[in-house]
């Protein structure tokens, strides 16, 4: 069993930035890809981005040189780095483990936290 637990949401203006942070516990995190999902109203959760283990890398169109994942090993983290927020990146964000399947599909991923909710005003 896998927990996940977001963190770093919150309100900015565009332009700005945040950092989210997903805590994971669990004996077996270590056999799953995390990765980030958002769903924002009224619209279908969809990839922003994910890291493999060997630490490569695969972000959404949207997102790609604004976005940065990364994760720490040690202490079980994964970070998203948002800078240059739009409004429509107001969304929840989701972290998730991967189990198997393609990064970019939210059905291969078998654990989800909570999430946390981004506001980007115009």
């Known amino acids: 069993q896998v927990q996940l637990v977001e963190s770093g949401g919150g309100l900015v203006q565009a332009g700005g930035s945040l950092r989210l942070s997903c805590a994971a516990s669990?004996?077996?995190?270590?056999?799953?890809?995390p990765g980030w999902f958002r769903q924002a109203p009224g619209k279908e959760r969809e990839f922003v981005t994910a890291?493999?283990?060997?630490?490569?890398?695969y972000y959404a169109d949207s997102v790609k040189g604004r976005f940065t994942i990364s994760r720490e090993n040690a202490k079980n983290m994964v970070y998203l780095q948002m800078n240059s927020l739009k409004p429509e990146d107001t969304a929840v964000y989701y972290c998730?483990?991967?189990?198997?399947?393609?990064?970019?599909?939210?059905?291969?991923?078998?654990?989800w936290g909570q999430g946390t909710q981004v506001t980007v005003s115009s």
């Open positions: 669990g004996p077996t995190f270590s056999s799953y890809v």
């Open positions: 998730a483990a991967r189990d198997r399947g393609s990064v970019f599909t939210s059905t291969s991923y078998l654990y």
């Open positions: 890291i493999s283990w060997s630490s490569t890398t």
